[in-house]
């Protein structure tokens, strides 16, 4: 189940998700969270596999989901993925809070800030 709300009517604009429970994960995570709630309401989930975490909050409607892996401990950077698409873009942490004020105010996904990437892009099927 998936529920398309508008951003701006979504409760929770972002979920910041760790990939993994190991320590300087975590870490990183909650650094990123406790910057981004101070924007917006924002949801921090660990619990069970990262693809249940997803699905939960593309039930509760949250536009988008930012996941700390471990080799963001090493580039600084992390993913972003989109609710009703599922597509991913990695960019620097540094460029984070900027990225998302845009892509929540309507910004193209695919429109990427400096040192940012296409991470993975869904191909959509015409039914």
Known sequence: MLLHLHPSLAPIKVAVLPLSKKEPVVKL????????????????????SIGRRYRRQDEIGTPF???VDFQSLEDNQVTIRERDTMNQIRL????????????????DLFVLPPGGQIWKEEKVVDK
């Open 29 to 48: 995570t909650k650094e990123i969270y406790a910057d981004l709630r101070q924007c917006w309401m924002v949801q921090y989930d660990d619990a069970q």
């Open 65 to 67: 989901c930012v996941t």
């Open 92 to 107: 620097p942490i540094s460029e984070l809070k900027t990225t998302l004020t845009a892509k929540l105010a309507g910004e």
